[in-house]
T-cell receptor, first 116, second 112 residues
């Protein structure tokens, strides 16, 4: 099973709303990632969790708040977003390279976020 | 400046033609992945190459990893309309655990 699931598929929110994106994997992977992708561009890394600890934060604004409750789950809490935050948000997971020889990421289907 | 330079950015070809997409870098990668992505969906992993000089085949797709593990190519033989999509390469540098660098992508359109 190489599946990463994400919910919701689509999300429309106002600039004053608080919402959360959810991601789940059951591959036993210990690294999980959030990416933001604009149309016709490659994914941009936002956050990396390694063994449930935040290991990389790519200077993401504080209106995005990640959380890793356990090794299978990853959340992204959204608050006071701007219209320019509208994008496809992708979750990915991989074996943590500290535990193996090489790494490969598996992506979820994404959440299409629209901020009004 | 991107760590992984991917070319070409766009390709529009007729069904049956062959094509090659390149990813190049001055950095050494522990592994390199190729993905295909449809609009509004997540990237789907096609292959991971790990060993310098490695060649992997997936039906009509052939992937190569450079001897020095700094570059890779994807060759498609007899392209079909179903091959249409955005192709992305991504690699994890030797000295940067769990941080993947993406190429800018190649938008392929195969016309019937």
């Amino acid at each position: 099973d190489t599946e990463v699931t994400q919910t919701p598929k689509h999300l429309v929110m106002g600039m004053t709303n608080k919402k959360s994106l959810k991601c789940e994997q059951h591959m036993g992977h210990r690294a999980m990632y959030w990416y933001k992708q604009k149309a016709k561009k490659p994914p941009e890394l936002m956050f990396v969790y390694s063994y449930e600890k935040l290991s990389i934060n790519e200077s993401v604004p504080s209106r995005f708040s990640p959380e890793c409750p356990n090794s299978s789950l990853l959340n992204l809490h959204l608050h006071a977003l701007q219209p320019e935050d509208s994008a496809l948000y992708l979750c990915a997971s991989s074996q943590d390279r500290t535990s193996g020889y090489y790494n490969e990421q598996f992506f979820g289907p994404g959440t299409r976020l629209t901020v009004l | 400046t991107q760590l992984l330079e991917q070319s070409p950015q766009f390709l529009s070809i007729q069904e049956g033609e062959n094509l090659t997409v390149y990813c190049n870098s001055s950095s050494v990668f522990s592994s390199l992945q190729w993905y295909r992505q449809e609009p509004g969906e997540g990237p789907v992993l096609l292959v991971t190459v790990v060993t310098g000089g490695e060649v992997k085949k997936l039906k009509r797709l052939t992937f190569q990893f450079g001897d020095a593990r700094k570059d890779s190519s994807l060759h498609i033989t007899a392209a079909q309309p179903g091959d249409t999509g955005l192709y992305l390469c991504a690699g994890e540098c030797l000295d940067n655990f769990n941080k993947f660098y993406f190429g800018s992508g190649t938008k392929l359109n195969v016309k019937p």
